[in-house]
């Protein structure tokens, strides 16, 4: 339930926030799209800060979940960043506050499967459990702001009331979450700092250690790209509908409706697809169904025939391409702190929540500030009832090359994907060997072969050896 906040709040701001910031705030979009910089350049404090905490802090309420009850009431923030006749500042203000507040609930929300279960057909059940969750809400955060701009007298209290309403409903589902979750047991101390200047370069040494594996570059890869071509198609979706393919809100709406419904009846495809052939497989699908998508509506025109129908079939397309998109990569981030702790010997589920959202925050924010830039070099005229001819060919290449070339960067990362369902079997099995005080050097071949591919160092860990039953 948790992802009612988490995909819910990226839906809202991915579809929504830029065409607020230009269409109804009367920001340019070179100073809209600065604000997302910005914004992720201080994630790159607090994310991976916060997954430090949660992997080092002791309560009696675990180290995970007591930030549930913290974060809850805070997530009410959500509701000012939609108000409009403010300035620069205030935009900018609001937005550093509820990324302050997405962070505090969303890293540890997101290392409760690896700490709840270690069974692979398990987590892969948790990750489609909660993005059904998470495409329902994805749902209503389409196709709810439609239907209150359709029936609000100005733009600028729809968005007001878009913004109460999905603050309230980001706010409920905490409790339960806290409720009816659980954390592994009997953890080590954590290391003793001394001092904030150790306690700093510990945090960052850690971040950089993260991408020593292997199997964590790769999935960075496909996790990026995958999401950020995402990110860059539902931000600029309104303003190729209306615009380039100049059909109206009404229909635009219906066709993001329709598109986020998909969306959600693909979770429980592309989850028995995860099962059944592997994560990498299944992406490799996902990430075929987007460059499908973008080829598609790279054909429709204002005069093309039957354009509804064909637009409302490319939304279908794009809405399956998107479940299996935002679904994998998070299944993936389940298996990544098994693979670490074959490396490390620790466990550091938070460390690696925090680096995959710091990378996904600073790549979107990079993504969206170029687009911003590129649709100002072309032209673009904030609030315009039409644009140059210049204009919307910037906007059309922005709209359909940026995502399509990042898919590419999405789809080479699968075929270098190499943690399959036997793979990881064996890993826990060689695991559950080290932790029982076996030496590296005592594997089996084949224990050595997969812990060595996945991790891409050679298995022989001292932090094992020390640990090794005398």
Not at 58 to 73: E, K, N, Q, S, Y
Not at 145 to 153: K, S, V
Not at 320 to 330: D, E, H
């Amino acid at each position: 339930m948790g992802d009612i906040f988490g995909s819910g709040a990226m839906t809202i701001t991915g579809l929504w926030l830029l065409y607020f910031y230009i269409e109804v705030a009367g920001l340019s979009p070179a100073a809209a799209a600065s604000i997302f910089a910005i914004g992720k350049i201080w994630d790159g404090i607090t994310d991976p800060v916060m997954g430090y905490i949660t992997d080092n802090v002791r309560t009696r309420w675990g180290r995970r979940r007591i930030f549930f009850i913290l974060g809850a009431p805070l997530s009410l923030t959500f509701a000012l960043m939609w108000l409009s006749g403010f300035g620069y500042v205030w935009y900018m203000g609001t937005y550093l506050v509820f990324n302050t507040v997405f962070t505090l609930l969303m890293v540890p929300y997101d290392t409760l499967p690896a700490e709840m279960t270690s069974r692979y057909d398990i987590r892969s059940k948790m990750s489609g459990a909660r993005m059904l969750f998470a495409q329902a809400t994805a749902f209503l955060a389409a196709l709810i702001p439609g239907q209150i701009i359709a029936h609000t007298a100005t733009k600028a209290q729809a968005f007001m009331w878009i913004g109460i309403v999905f603050a309230v409903l980001f706010a409920l589902p905490w409790f339960f979450v806290w409720r009816g979750t659980w954390e592994r047991e009997n953890l080590p101390p954590p290391p003793v700092e001394k001092g904030m200047l150790k306690t700093v370069i510990s945090l960052y040494r850690e971040m950089a250690t993260t991408f020593r594996l292997k199997t964590f570059r790769v999935h960075i890869m496909m996790y990026v790209g995958g999401a950020v071509a995402l990110d860059i198609f539902g931000s600029l979706f309104m303003h190729f509908m209306a615009y380039v393919l100049q059909v109206s809100t009404s229909l635009a709406s219906q066709a993001m409706s329709l598109m986020t419904l998909f969306q959600f009846f693909a979770i429980p495809l592309f989850t028995w697809l995860c099962i059944r052939i592997g994560n990498g497989h299944a992406y490799k699908c996902a990430i075929g169904m987007i460059l499908l998508s973008l080829i598609w509506f790279s054909q429709l025109s204002p005069t093309a025939p039957q354009l509804t129908l064909f637009l409302l079939a490319g939304a279908v397309m794009m809405g399956i391409a998107r479940g299996g998109t935002y679904l994998i990569p998070w299944n993936i981030y389940n298996f990544l702190p098994d693979v670490d702790e074959a490396l490390t010997g620790v466990r550091r589920e938070g460390i690696y929540a925090g680096v995959m959202m710091l990378t996904r925050k600073l790549s979107q924010a990079l993504a969206l500030f170029v687009v911003g830039l590129a649709l100002e070099a072309f032209g673009f005229t904030k609030g315009a009832a039409s644009q140059s001819a210049q204009a919307l060919q910037g906007l059309w290449l922005v709209f359909l090359i940026g995502p399509g070339l990042l898919a590419i960067l999405a789809l080479t990362g699968a075929f270098r994907f190499r943690l399959s369902r036997q793979r990881h079997a064996v890993l826990l099995s060689e695991l559950e060997r080290l932790r029982a005080g076996g030496l590296p050097e005592q594997a089996t071949a084949q224990a050595r072969e997969v812990v060595e591919t996945l991790t891409g160092h050679r298995h022989r860990n001292d932090n094992w050896r020390s640990k090794a039953t005398p």
